[in-house]
């Protein structure tokens, strides 16, 4: 990851490392910590929104938690925004207290033999450490500053080009005139931006067609499609 993505992250990333070196007892604490960051910084949320949009947290908890003969056990996802979305969901609950955490942290991670206290270890290797580790991979590759001009050029052409397909096939989408129009506009202005290897703008552009594309459902792989650039 680049200084300035590191630098960006330090407020989240401690968060968590607070968490996780934290005491039992202040986890709630640590939870809304970790959760208020996240509601504070655009990018954070808007990576957040992207995995979480249409994801069924009640489907992937029933898969991720089983019972055997020590008990229950739960598996985290191994892709890493369906770990994103799991976790939040889950720290969302705690916080909102649809979820008990110490109860369940008792049930789930909880191993027999070892001392009161463990649990919460057992927590946030299993859970906030891949947590943090998932959303600073995808935050790097989505937010990455090289200075080479190679890569920028590389990097700007990517999304030019998918930007040209996506205006070559834009009647597919079968939107309204006004959407349409809206939806070229903000087209069009990405590909300037791109043009003009303006990272801001095209990182506001960018916020501005997740928006569109999750209004405007039939065009949402179009946004995927450009949000696949940035890896």
């Known amino acids: 990851m680049n200084n300035q993505s590191i630098h960006e992250l330090i407020p989240f990333n401690t968060a968590c490392d607070e968490f996780i070196l934290g005491k039992y007892i202040l986890a709630d604490i640590k939870i809304a910590s970790i959760l208020k960051i996240i509601a504070d910084d655009e990018k954070l ?18 898969i991720a938690s089983k ?38 942290i008792a049930r789930y991670y909880k191993i027999e033999g070892e001392h009161n206290g463990k649990e919460f270890y057992n927590f946030a290797n299993a859970i906030i450490i891949p947590f943090k580790n998932a959303i600073n991979d995808i935050y790097s590759k989505r937010h990455v500053i090289v200075d080479t001009d190679d890569y920028q050029t590389n990097y700007y052409n990517k999304i030019k080009t998918c930007v040209r397909m996506i205006m ?55 946004y995927l499609s450009l949000e696949e650039c940035f890896a």
């Open 168 to 222: 070559k096939n834009i009647d597919n989408y079968k939107l309204k005139m006004n959407e349409k129009e809206e939806f070229t506009m903000l087209l069009n202005s990405l590909f300037i931006a791109s043009e003009k290897n303006d990272k801001k703008l095209v990182y506001s552009l960018m916020i501005g067609l997740d928006y569109f594309t999750k209004v405007n459902k039939k065009s949402r792989s179009a």
């Open 67 to 104: 019972e055997n003969d020590k008990g229950f056990v739960l598996t985290l996802p191994t892709n890493e925004k369906e770990i994103i979305a799991f976790v939040y969901n889950l720290l969302y609950r705690f916080d909102n207290k649809v979820y008990d955490f110490y109860d369940f």
């Open 45 to 62: 949320k808007n990576i957040i929104s992207s995995c979480i949009d249409d994801y069924d947290f009640n489907a992937a908890f029933s």
